[in-house]
């Protein structure tokens, strides 16, 4: 039985864990914005930005760790930008974010476009190396599939925890998660609902940005143009499936690169009837299927889309 | 800061508007000319030129203008009755698709009839595709925003399997492409030897059209009233979920007809590349025209000016032509700050105290 042999294999198992990473990284980041109030759809553009910025730190001679750093600097700076449209001055959530992608993505492909005119195939960078995790990767399956990977998934992995205790175990979380359903009462305790939601777009579009990264830094060694390729999209219908828990995110995030992985291996044995495209379309749909899943009794966070204005009543 | 409602918007403030947003994405183009190492004078200038410069230029950049009607036309329409279509791309593509499978032979009429009949063929196949997203949202309240845009994906890859399997040309040298439109149901081009076709006219009688629909019938005002309160809207006994789909019908009509005009107008047959984001360059053309019709014209010159004339000056001067898209990203940027002080007000007051006294 074909499925079978490739969920027996631990290098679909590795593989799914791999795809997962972007994800993670980038749906914990709009979950963030989403759970303060603000939908941030410029999530595309900012994700390719972290991929060209992390990248470009690297091939400028910068370390990888400080790929990471640039990147999330790179995308804090475009959730500035999108919290001064959608925090402070309260416009459109829609139309901002797609103008952030639209702005971040063009401006990526114009740098790197100047900084390396004529090449014709993208120049490589070394990324993240497999860590050693000495006798432990030599165990059979187990080792394969937990322990012959990079420090940028691992990092991946310790992020969900940590944004769990933040939202939930600090003043912080509190007062982010208050910014998304009550603001006005966040405002009476003295808290400026404005900070908050800056605070959180900014660092939530720090992850979007990192989790571009991961593809150019560590699961690839290149960037490319188109490179996301709605990613992102997939990421906020994966906040949509979490129901806006990150612990849920984090399943639906490797439920999804379970697919993606089990997608490949099976165009490679049913490619000759099926047309390849059919495959690709898969996370796509799956998207979509979850999102119907679940919309029902989404739990949508009650001020999402909604400017704050001191002194209105909402 | 505080926001202070304005009761009435100068009118002169709807038309400086626009031009500020433009002059303030301009002078982040220069910052980027500047950095290339051009004079940003000598860029725009060649920008004008290149758009505008002689006349095979100014067809070229009407050409181009055709289809951001039709997709801005198309944002405009759903955005106005807050339905967040960003699936001009995918419709686009649809209504190509479409026009390819029933233009290319399988049938066959003359001109007065075979036009008309490509151009409802492509409406009601951009329309048909936007339904799903419709009756998700309708039915069980999924946001059109994440679906329209994932729809954009599923469906170029579906227009590329038909490009290299059922629809591909087989005298296409193995170029993914498809067979090209019949002679008949070709768009006439307006001007001899221009890339310019009849594409243009449809697409200003439908800006006129559409602006008639808003201005004059009840469902005009259906849709300008959903958009402005839908909670009133739905009080005053409008039926949001019948609006919802008569808004979708035409904005995906719109977009489809975007793709008709491209394939049997521009290019004759279809290819994977027929549009480079005119569905997404459609949100910043109706952004920037504040969603009305006629002024969609207007901008979708603009853009398309912008389009072909960044192309001339990154041949010229070496300029990433990226730097076309970057100013139609920060002009949309820079008209939601107009738009909103149109609506408002900004107070800066030194102290809220002195207020509390008084």
């Not at chain 2, 060649?46 to 055709?66: C, H, P, Q, R, V």
């Not at chain 2, 139609?328 to 509390?356: E, H, P, W």
Request: net charge positive.
């Amino acid at each position: 039985m074909d499925i079978l042999d490739i969920f027996l294999s631990a290098s679909f198992w590795a593989a799914t864990i791999r795809i997962a990473c972007p994800l993670i990284f980038a749906t914990l980041g709009e979950l963030i914005c989403e759970r303060a109030g603000v939908l941030n759809l410029g999530i595309e553009g900012i994700m390719t930005a972290g991929a060209m910025a992390g990248w470009m730190w690297v091939y400028q001679g910068g370390d990888l760790i400080g790929g990471i750093v640039f990147a999330a600097f790179i995308g804090a700076l475009f959730g500035l930008l999108h919290a001064q449209f959608t925090v402070i001055l309260g416009v459109s959530q829609h139309v901002t974010g797609i103008g952030i992608t639209m702005l971040a993505s063009s401006l990526s492909y114009f740098v790197f476009n100047m900084l390396l005119p004529n090449t014709t195939t993208p120049p490589k960078v070394v990324p993240f190396q497999t860590i050693d995790a000495g006798p432990l990767a030599n165990l059979p399956f187990v080792g394969e599939v937990f322990f012959q990977h990079t420090f940028f998934t691992y990092l991946a992995f310790a992020l969900v925890p940590m944004v769990i205790y933040i939202l939930y175990k600090t003043p912080l979380g509190l007062a982010l998660r208050t910014a998304g359903e009550n603001p006005s009462s966040l405002e009476s305790q003295g808290i400026s609902v404005f900070v908050i939601r800056t605070i959180a777009v900014m660092f939530g579009s720090s992850l979007m940005a990192v989790g571009g990264a991961y593809l150019t830094i560590s699961a690839f060694d290149a960037f490319y143009f188109g490179m996301i390729n709605g990613r992102g999209w997939i990421c906020i219908a994966l906040v949509i499936f979490a129901s806006w828990q990150p612990g849920k995110a984090l399943l639906g995030a490797l439920l999804f690169a379970g697919l993606d992985a089990m997608q490949v291996r099976m165009q490679l044995q049913l490619g000759t009837f099926i047309p390849y495209q059919v495959f690709l379309m898969l996370p796509y749909l799956l998207s979509i299927a979850a999102m119907v899943i679940v919309a029902r009794k989404a739990k949508y966070p009650k001020a999402l889309l909604q400017p704050f204005r001191r002194g209105e009543r909402n | 800061m505080q926001f202070e409602a304005r009761e009435h918007t100068p009118v002169a403030f709807l038309l400086i508007v626009p031009l500020v947003a433009v002059l303030c994405s301009m002078l982040l183009a220069s910052l980027l000319i500047i950095w290339a190492g051009q004079s940003p004078l000598q860029g725009f200038a060649l920008i004008f030129k290149g758009a505008f410069g002689s006349s095979f230029a100014i067809t070229e950049t009407l050409a181009k203008t055709t289809p951001l009607i039709f997709t801005g036309l198309a944002a405009a329409v759903a955005f106005k009755a807050k339905f967040w279509n960003i699936g001009g791309e995918g419709q686009l593509y649809c209504g190509a698709l479409a026009v390819t499978w029933l233009g290319t032979g399988i049938v066959d009429l003359p001109p007065i009839l075979m036009i008309p009949f490509l151009i409802l063929v492509g409406m009601i196949a951009g329309a048909t595709i936007l339904m799903l997203p419709v009756f998700l949202k309708n039915q069980l309240k999924v946001d059109e925003v994440v679906t329209t845009l994932l729809l954009n994906f599923i469906i170029l890859l579906f227009v590329g399997y038909c490009l290299e399997g059922p629809l591909k040309d087989p005298m296409s040298m193995g170029w993914p492409q498809a067979a090209p439109i019949i002679d008949s149901g070709i768009f006439p081009t307006l001007i001899e030897r221009s890339r310019l076709h009849l594409g243009l006219i449809f697409a200003l009688l439908a800006a006129v059209i559409i602006w008639a629909i808003f201005r004059f019938t009840l469902w005009g005002f259906e849709i300008r009233a959903q958009g402005l309160n839908a909670t009133a809207s739905h009080h005053a006994g409008i039926n949001s979920n019948w609006t919802i789909f008569k808004v979708a019908l035409l904005s995906g009509g719109l977009a489809g007809l975007a793709g008709v005009s491209e394939v049997a107008g521009l290019k004759g047959y279809l290819t994977l590349d027929i549009s480079p984001g005119y569905g997404y360059t459609g949100i910043a053309v109706a952004m920037l025209a504040n969603l009305h019709p006629i002024g969609v014209v207007f901008s979708a010159l603009f853009l398309a000016s912008i389009f072909v004339g960044a192309d001339f000056m990154g041949r010229s001067i070496g300029v990433p032509n990226f730097i076309a898209d970057i100013m139609v990203a920060s002009s949309v940027l820079c008209i939601l700050i107009g738009l909103l002080l149109c609506k408002y007000r900004i107070r800066f007051n030194s102290s809220r105290l002195k207020q509390v006294i008084s």
